[in-house]
């Protein structure tokens, strides 16, 4: 059966010729970033910093840095992320949002793979947040590291709200090459999350309690620090669950200073 479609109104119809122009040159300049990357055994990021035809508005109220077209946003981080970590958008359909987003001042809800719609919740020059599906999120941080350089780090979170919310947690220079975890974030331990003081429930206990240890990492634009929320709890035998929940200490944050570390 043929699939009803939408009628487009008019404004819908304007955006679309209007952007056109723009989301072609992007197509290019995204195809020369590939053979540069593919050619280039250090590449420089010709797919992320090189393109002067995309203004760098990222967020409504802010209009500064338009001046500067070759600046790192979440949105130029957005389009070309590795499809593992962003597989269920095609990378015409994340152009397709950016489009609309920056000409229609318009937060556009597009369709993912599954067959359902993707769209963005919160968008800032260093931040961009979007659920992707009805039960996962994605948030692109662009963190400052040494000499001006530039750390991306992606948290892919799956879950609902009443489930155990898990978050994939990456990083990558500004080539969009990944880099190791570890040299960026101190995870907490299973202890740092529990007030185990003049309390007769031991670390072990709760260890053997959880079936494994799902941590929900969320952040936000600017000097928002990491916060990271044990969510287990949640999936546990009712008795157990309301034997630690009292125990539960409130989410831990980390502010970043080159690196996320939990104390």
């Known amino acids: 059966m043929k699939a009803e479609r939408k009628v487009k109104t008019e404004r819908e119809m304007k955006v679309e010729r209007n952007v056109s122009g723009w989301r072609q040159a992007l197509l290019r300049l995204a195809a020369a970033a590939a053979i540069l990357l593919a050619a280039a055994p250090a590449p420089r990021a010709a797919g992320l910093t090189d393109r002067s035809d995309q203004s760098d508005r990222s967020d409504r109220s802010d209009q500064s840095d338009k001046s500067d ?8 981080v957005f389009a070309f992320i590795p499809l593992e970590v962003l597989d269920m958008l095609r990378p015409s359909t994340r152009l397709d949002m950016i489009d609309y987003y920056e000409q229609a001042d318009s937060l556009l809800s597009a369709p993912n793979a599954l067959g359902g719609s993707s769209r963005f919740l919160q968008v800032a020059d260093d931040y961009l947040k979007m659920q992707v599906t009805p039960v996962s999120t994605l948030e692109i941080k662009i963190l400052p590291f040494v000499k001006k350089e530039k ?24 080539t969009l090459r990944p880099m190791h975890p570890g040299d960026f974030i101190k995870p907490p331990k299973l202890k740092n999350f529990f007030n185990l003081k003049n309390s007769k429930v031991k670390e072990n206990e709760i260890r053997e309690a959880l079936p494994f240890m799902a ?8 000097d928002t620090p990491l916060t990271a929320r044990l969510t287990t709890l949640s999936i546990l035998p009712q008795e157990t669950a309301d034997l630690l929940r009292p125990l539960l200490l409130p989410p831990l944050s980390a502010p970043w200073h080159h690196a996320y570390r939990f104390r």
């Open 69 to 76: 077209p070759n600046k790192l946003t979440a949105l130029k």
């Open 151 to 174: 750390v991306i780090m992606t948290l892919y979170t799956t879950g609902s709200d009443d489930g155990a919310k898990d978050t994939d947690v990456r990083f990558f220079d500004e």
């Open 215 to 222: 941590v929900w990492y969320t952040t936000g634009p600017g």
